[in-house]
Nanobody, 129 residues
Framework: HVQLVESGGGSVQAGGSRRLSCTAS????????MAWFRQGPGTVREGVAV????????TYANSAKGRFTVSKDDAKHTIYLLMNNLKEDDTATYYC???????????????????????WGQGTQVTVS
């Protein structure tokens, strides 16, 4: 069983930056994929970025490319989401998720799906104004 705890949310002005953290504990395996999702008011939960197991390969949603960076500290079992040039549309609750990575053939069409992850954090709110 994996427990995920997010932190770093808060209020930020448009154009500013924020870094979120997600620390995993429990049965954490090196080949897990860990992802960031977000859910804004009245919207579905969407995948933002994912970082793969041991090789730290990253993939981003179009909305995050060029502004967000996901990274991982294996020693701390922690992933980060650095968000730059924040916009009001980025206002959302941000969730950390984890599970075993899908096969290479399926990864591209599954990483951003909520159903691909069995472990979730409680979420951290980011408000951009």
């Amino acid at each position: 069983h994996v427990q995920l705890v997010e932190s770093g949310g808060g209020s930020v002005q448009a154009g500013g930056s924020r870094r979120l953290s997600c620390t995993a504990s429990g049965d954490v395996y090196g080949n897990n994929c860990m992802a960031w999702f977000r859910q804004g008011p009245g919207t579905v939960r969407e995948g933002v970025a994912v970082i793969e197991g041991a090789d730290h390969t990253t993939t981003y949603a179009n909305s995050a490319k060029g502004r967000f960076t996901v990274s991982k500290d294996d020693a701390k079992h922690t992933i980060y989401l650095l968000m730059n040039n924040l916009k009001e549309d980025d206002t959302a609750t941000y969730y950390c998720a984890a599970d075993v990575c899908a096969s290479a053939a399926k990864f591209g069409t599954t990483w951003y799906r909520r159903t691909s992850y069995g472990y979730w954090g409680q979420g951290t709110q980011v408000t951009v104004s």
